[in-house]
């Protein structure tokens, strides 16, 4: 079946850095869009980033211009997101999405980051 499993989240200083994987299986990785979203409590989910299916297109929110980096490995069925300088409104739950024709998508279960002193 379908699965999407994010991890890599925890607690980090403002400042830190977290790496966040998102493994894929039973769907053909390689042809979809894949993206991370998050969710802060009260808030709507938003996208962060989102990477082609060969990785050669990224688009990321302003928000995290500079600071965030999506990356995948297509042999692998990973799908990654690199957080620097991190900031206390990074604090959200973080999903992964898999994406194809627009229409057929996959959501992970979501990973907790916690951006706090």
């Known amino acids: 079946q379908v699965q999407l499993v994010e991890s890599g989240g925890g607690l980090v200083q403002p400042g830190g850095s977290l790496r966040l994987s998102c493994a894929a299986s039973?769907?053909?990785?390689?042809?979809?869009?894949m993206s991370w979203y998050r969710q802060a409590p009260g808030k709507e989910r938003e996208l962060v980033a989102s990477?082609?299916?060969?990785?050669?297109?990224?688009n990321y929110a302003n928000s995290v211009k500079g600071r965030f980096t999506i990356s995948r490995d297509n042999a692998k069925n990973m799908v990654y997101l690199q957080m620097n300088s991190l900031k206390p409104e990074d604090t959200a739950v973080y999903y992964c999405?898999?994406?194809?024709?627009?229409?057929?998508?996959?959501w992970g279960q979501g990973t907790q980051v916690t951006v706090s002193s």
């Open positions: 039973g769907f053909t990785f390689s042809i979809y869009v």
């Open positions: 999405k898999a994406l194809r024709n627009g229409q057929q998508y996959y």
């Open positions: 990477i082609g299916s060969l990785g050669s297109n990224t």
